[in-house]
């Protein structure tokens, strides 16, 4: 079956920094775009980052472009999410999911990872 599981959150003060892996399995990884989704307390979901299938192209959203790096080694089966010069606004559960726009029907997630920034 289809699995992806995330790892590397955690609490981090403002200005920090945190890499968040995301491990696939039982699927053609290779031939998938992989997205970065976060949801905040209170919150919906806010789509952040995107790689697609061959990392020839990233995708940013305006909130995290110049601090956070999306990268995906194919052979590996695994994405990550480098997060830099966190924010507090940047506490959130982060999933991983397939696609460029992840969607509940049509995409794999995980079950996601806790990132908390605060001081």
């Known amino acids: 079956e289809a699995q992806l599981v995330e790892s590397g959150g955690g609490t981090v003060q403002p200005g920090g920094s945190l890499r968040l892996s995301c491990a696939a399995s039982g699927f053609t990884f290779g031939t998938y775009d992989m997205s970065w989704v976060r949801q905040a307390p209170g919150k919906g979901p806010e789509w952040i980052a995107a790689?697609?299938?061959?990392?020839?192209?990233?995708y940013y959203a305006d909130s995290v472009k110049g601090r956070f790096t999306i990268s995906r080694d194919n052979a590996k089966n695994m994405v990550w999410l480098q997060m830099n010069s966190l924010k507090p606004e940047d506490t959130a559960i982060y999933y991983c999911?397939?696609?460029?726009?992840?969607?509940?029907?049509?995409?794999?997630w995980g079950q996601g990872t806790q990132v908390t920034v605060s001081s």
């Open positions: 790689v697609n299938s061959g990392s020839r192209s990233t």
């Open positions: 999911a397939t696609g460029l726009y992840p969607s509940p029907r049509d995409s794999y």
